[in-house]
């Protein structure tokens, strides 16, 4: 099987480790990535911002970037949520009317496609630290994915995952909205961030960079004893 490879942007620019673990990690599931490096944003930022003509305009180029009738995967539910959610409301009843509902029915979140589509669940993986599993409010309310983090993380070998109370709270990281409600979304972060710490993990670990990268501000800026890392990244660390 070949997939179509989706890296948001990001994870393009701040976490590109991130993006190889994912390239990594579909191999090691028996599948051929193709990676178009003309793609861009989704345009789920601009869209949240309230600039729908511009949100129009990149969603354009990425239902062109992502032309083939093949599985488009991403590390993200939130950019993968706001494909499926969101695009029929810019692209309905338009010249890309049937582009978008390809798109809308072949693109998966990492973990979804893994374990729903491939059946594929161990890697072999090696991680031997605490962690605590936060549930994005798009992975877990729009894609209502989450068991498939928990399953593959069952497998990996010294791993022990601890649950965090309130698991389904948001943790305030969307981005416009954090930026628009800035003391709500930092005290959103620092429940989300207690409850991971209260459970005595080292690590908040999720399906969505884009939560992880607004705990790590909290974190970082209170100097909290815990990390985040993305779900690839620990899945990524097998032997060859």
Same mark, same amino acid.
């Given at each position: 099987?070949?997939?179509?490879?989706f890296?948001?942007?990001?994870?393009?620019?701040?976490?590109?480790?991130?993006?190889?673990?994912?390239v990594?990690?579909?191999?090691?599931?028996?599948?051929e990535?193709?990676y178009?490096p003309?793609?861009t944003c989704?345009?789920?930022?601009a869209?949240?911002a309230?600039?729908i003509e511009?949100?129009?305009?990149?969603?354009d180029k990425?239902?062109?970037?992502?032309?083939n009738?093949?599985?488009?995967?991403a590390?993200t539910?939130?950019c993968?949520?706001f494909?499926k959610?969101?695009y029929?409301? +810019?692209f309905f009843?338009t010249?890309?009317?049937?582009?978008?509902k390809?798109?809308?029915?072949?693109?998966y979140?990492?973990?979804d496609?893994?374990?729903?589509?491939?059946h594929?669940?161990?890697?072999?993986?090696e991680?031997?630290?605490k962690v605590t599993?936060?549930d994005?409010?798009?992975?877990?309310?729009?894609?209502?994915i989450?068991?498939?983090?928990?399953?593959?993380l069952?497998h990996?070998?010294g791993l022990?995952? +601890?649950?965090?109370?309130?698991?389904?709270?948001?943790c305030?990281?969307?981005f416009t909205?954090?930026?628009n409600?800035e003391?709500?979304?930092v005290?959103?972060?620092s429940?989300?961030?207690?409850n991971?710490?209260n459970?005595?993990?080292?690590?908040?670990v999720s399906t969505?960079?884009?939560?992880?990268m607004?705990?790590?501000?909290?974190i970082d800026?209170?100097?909290l004893?815990?990390?985040?890392?993305?779900?690839?990244?620990?899945?990524?660390?097998f032997?060859?």
């Open positions: 099987m070949t997939i179509d490879l890296i948001p942007c990001f994870i393009d620019q701040f976490y590109p480790q991130t993006a190889v673990n994912t990594k990690v579909l191999e090691k599931a028996g599948v990535v193709n178009n003309d793609q989704c345009g789920r930022f869209y949240h309230g600039f511009e949100a129009k305009a990149l969603g990425f239902l062109s970037d992502f032309d009738d093949r599985p488009v995967v590390p539910a939130s993968v949520a494909i959610k969101r029929s409301e +810019l009843n010249a890309n009317h049937l582009n978008f390809r798109l809308e029915k072949n693109v979140e990492l973990t496609f893994l374990v729903n589509v491939l594929f669940d161990d890697f072999g993986a991680f031997p630290h599993y936060h994005s409010c798009s992975g877990l309310r729009d894609l209502h989450g068991k498939e983090a928990r399953q593959l069952s990996v070998k022990e995952l +601890l649950e965090m109370k309130q698991t389904d709270m948001c305030g990281g969307e909205f954090a930026m409600n003391e709500v979304s005290g959103m972060a429940h989300k961030v207690r991971g710490m459970t005595g993990a080292e690590y908040i969505d960079m884009s939560c992880l607004h705990q790590k501000s909290y800026a209170n100097g004893p815990i990390q985040v890392i993305h779900i690839a990244d620990i899945l990524a660390n032997d060859n």
